[in-house]
């Protein structure tokens, strides 16, 4: 995630032969008893927003799947269009899909659009029959018709472990049309032991929507962003804040990040250097209940090879785009930007970003992107994104390569200038390898694409944000970077208060992914004082900035090496897979980690938490 540059590239060596199983300490039986049986969450349907082709969908015609005018889209360019003829016709379309065994949940969802030219208000002439295996799960006539879409949710779980067809199947009879029209389904299966809902965390559940169009060079981008949200916890919010966190890169009276013309709710005063924004709402906003914020947006990006900044023509757009601060037991988290590391603590959310710039400009971006026509010379980026913390992007007249990994995650690289085409193959395969190996260990990665764009012009290494990282040409950063998709990304931490749980865990599975055991390496731990600790927060690591890569990520790993040890690598596997599962889009602490880790074992691990000064 940041790392300073030595340490991304020249890391602690360590021995790279595996551990044999015989040597292993043996698995007490009590521990495996207590580990809850672990479930991979997944989204099994492909090409589920048809914007990738029509594989693997079957479909009774040619024109099922489209983007032809009449109808449009939920989501990118193209979508499902059954029927629609006005004469006696039959649609059909399907998917063979595997859910997989062990998930207590499987979730099949899809958005439907009706629109019909029957004038009844009492008969069913035409029809949309919704069917998973030989169970029908729904039917839809013409009765139903909308004006726009709606989404349909429907618990599927009966069918782990079974490999089943998804199908839709439109009839129409001889006169007067209707079409059936499809987008965005998917099947999400997840465990029996999901993070329960933290009604101190809130705001919750937010969704961001930005339509912003960039100057030429793409340093400049203006337009609108709102941001929906819950109050999750039982007393009734009267503010929320947003985080404008590159304003630690101008001045208050220079901010590169403004926002300007509040709607729902009133703009107070900025705060921590301007990088807090206060929006008082109309009025206290109950438990469980929803309201919408919008702003005007500029963005100024500034020169610099930075996660915000611009090399030359290539600007790269890390967290400007501003989102929610987070209120939990311990009041509103505004904590101060750190250039040491990360202070970003969000919640699981959804973005769609419209992106509108000049054509000689590519525009990598956080979630599924599709590229539209837009003005005279000018492409229209729109990408999407679910159950993310974070959006970022990027703008430059990029080399693009891209490739599938042999899991099915597709990967593009955006390269510099100057970068060769030979390192921009080895990031390719080093990516591709790097996100299968993490998805083996932790769950399969859930959020389409990756993209990575590659400058050796960044001082800090490298650093992710969701399905998309900035990395210079290191196989060892990169595989980093893509594990914080899992730690950080998929199970969160209060970035600014504990460190070590993205960044220690995600050096961990670096290790893992490129076969080092850490041998030994706890035998070189050597510690600067009483007061420093593996789980110290980055207001000590700013103030003690030589230690904070040493200690983090070289006595972070080592510890879990350690653990890892003293569990055995199939008790230790096994709780971190487990771990990430339960902790899936949700936010995990020290205290829950631990709390895992004992139960995973029968041997008391206090001594090894105070051994490893893990507090918490």
Known sequence: MRPSPHKALTATALAVAALAAASLPAVPASATARSAAACTPAQVVANGAFESGTSPWSQSSTSVITNRAGQSAHGGTHFAWLNGVGTTHTDTLSQSVTIPSGCS??????????????????????????????????????????????QKSFDVSAFAGQTV???????????????????????????????????TRTPASPSYTASLSSNTSGTVWTGHESATF?????????????????????????????????????????????????????????????????????????????????????????????????????????????????????????????????????????????????SSGRTITTATATKVRDFAWAAGPFTKISGTSPAGTPINIYSVSGITSADSQSMLSTAKSAVDAHAARFGAYPYGELDAVIDNNFWFGGMEYPGFVLDLVSTTALTHEIGHQWFYGIVGDDEYNAPWLDEAFTD???????????????????????????????????????????????YGKCALHDLRRVLGDSVMAKLLKDYATSHWYGVSTTAEFKAAAQAATATDLTSFWTQHRIDG
């Open 105 to 150: 949940t499987a979730t099949l969802t899809f958005w439907l659009h009706i629109d019909t030219a029957e004038t009844t208000s009492s008969t069913k002439y035409d029809k949309l029959t919704a069917k998973i295996g030989t169970t029908t799960l729904a039917t839809y006539s013409n009765l139903d018709k909308n004006t726009g879409y709606a």
């Open 165 to 199: 067809n998804v199908a839709f199947t439109g009839t129409e009879d001889s006169s007067l049309q209707t079409s059936f029209v499809l987008d965005d389904v998917a099947l999400d299966t997840s465990g029996g032991t999901t993070p329960p809902a933290d009604s």
């Open 230 to 374: 819950t109050n999750a916890s039982a007393t009734p919010l009267s503010e929320v804040y947003l985080r404008l966190w590159d304003n630690y890169h101008g001045t208050c009276s220079a901010m590169p990040i403004t926002v300007s013309n509040v709607t729902g709710g009133t703009a107070g005063a900025l705060s921590v250097a301007c990088t807090a924004l206060r929006i008082d709402l109309p009025s206290p906003l109950p438990q469980g209940q929803t309201a919408t914020i919008g702003y005007d947006l500029a963005i100024t990006v500034p020169s610099g090879a930075d996660r915000f900044g611009h090399d030359g023509a290539f600007n790269m757009i890390g967290n400007a785009l501003p989102v929610l601060a987070v209120k939990d037991g311990a009041g509103w988290h505004l904590d101060p930007y750190t250039n040491n590391g990360e202070s970003f603590y969000s919640l699981a959310s959804d973005f769609k970003v419209t992106l509108d710039h000049p054509s000689t400009l590519l525009a990598p971006a956080t979630g599924a992107s599709v590229d539209t026509p837009g």
């Open 508 to 554: 961990y599975a670096t290790d893992l992914a490129q076969n080092k055991t850490g041998t030994n390496c706890w035998n070189s731990v050597s510690w600067a004082s009483t007061a420093e600790r593996i789980t110290n927060s980055m207001a000590y690591w700013d103030a003690h900035s030589s230690r904070y890569s040493t200690v983090i990520y070289g």
